[in-house]
């Protein structure tokens, strides 16, 4: 019988790290091993039972090295490792990633924020630890085919913006996945929309961010909205628009878990989900 795979998971009493941890015990190839969260007063809890799943005999910890330490020992005769899962905040996230590398656990991270200086230097770490990870903007895989698809779009329209729109707790602006989408976009090595007046803003921003290739990315933020993003393309008579929607977190989770299981043969850190399907 194939061993489990082990998962930590960091900002386990997050909306989606609870998601997470209901897809790993209802994976029968995965095992949660360590939970992680700072809320306060959670400190030892099982984390089980403050999410409703019953007992499962994995006490909340806020000491993120510690746990990786601990699961990394525990873990050692296990052939390929175990795997941490972080849904926390931009302003730790690096951290947390090359603490990860460093401890042997294979990093799967969802939260964005990430600068690509930070990216090049996690990814030079990761192959010089022989331990590989991946950095997942966006686990949907309808998010993907969009993706693909505005990139196929871009080599026909020279006119394009994308907007984003999540909740209102949402810590970085634009999203991860819209920067993503931007840079498969830009590898085309074209420059988008064209001047063809000059602009004046009444009010400053009201454009939204302009990237080095001429595109402009817009961020909506509203309690409401999960997570949604359109591309729109423009020529002389006609638009053409993608659009994603996620309505529920449970559409992220067979992307955690298709990556959760590819992650251990990574011999290095990849960027986006279309890196591995």
């Known amino acids: 019988m194939t061993a489990l795979i082990p998962v930590v998971v960091a900002g386990a009493l997050g ?88 401890y042997g656990v294979h990093p799967v991270i969802g939260t964005t924020g990430l600068s690509p200086q930070q990216l090049d230097d996690l990814t030079q770490f990761s192959e010089k630890a022989s331990i590989g990870g991946a950095v997942i903007p966006n686990f949907s895989v309808g998010m993907v085919l969009l993706q693909q698809a505005a990139a196929a779009a871009a080599r026909f329209y020279d006119h394009a913006e994308l907007t984003e729109l999540h909740h209102n707790r949402k810590a970085d602006a634009p999203s991860g996945t819209c920067i993503k989408t931007a840079e498969l976009m830009e590898e085309l090595g074209k420059s988008f929309n064209p001047p063809e007046v000059d602009e004046h803003e009444s009010l400053e921003g009201s454009r939204g961010g302009r990237r080095d290739s001429g595109l402009r990315l817009h961020s909506l933020r509203l309690p409401g909205l ?29 992307g955690v878990l298709l990556t959760v299981r590819r992650v251990r043969s990574l011999g290095s850190l990849v960027y986006g989900l279309e890196r591995l399907i």
């Open 15 to 102: 909306r989606m790290g609870a998601e997470v941890i209901r897809a790993v015990q209802g994976a029968e190839d995965c095992t949660l091993v360590g939970a992680i969260d700072n809320t306060p007063g959670k400190e030892g809890c099982d984390v089980g039972l403050e999410l409703g799943l019953g007992e499962l005999e994995v006490a909340v910890t806020a000491d993120f090295e510690g746990c990786l330490c601990a699961v990394s020992q525990s873990v050692r005769a296990a052939e390929a490792g175990a795997v941490l899962v972080d849904f926390t905040h931009p302003s730790v996230v690096y951290d947390h990633t090359r603490a990860s590398i460093a």
């Open 226 to 254: 999960v997570a949604h993003q359109e591309v729109m393309f423009g020529a002389p008579g006609e638009t053409y628009t993608l659009r994603h929607d996620t309505i529920d977190r449970s559409a992220y989770m067979p």
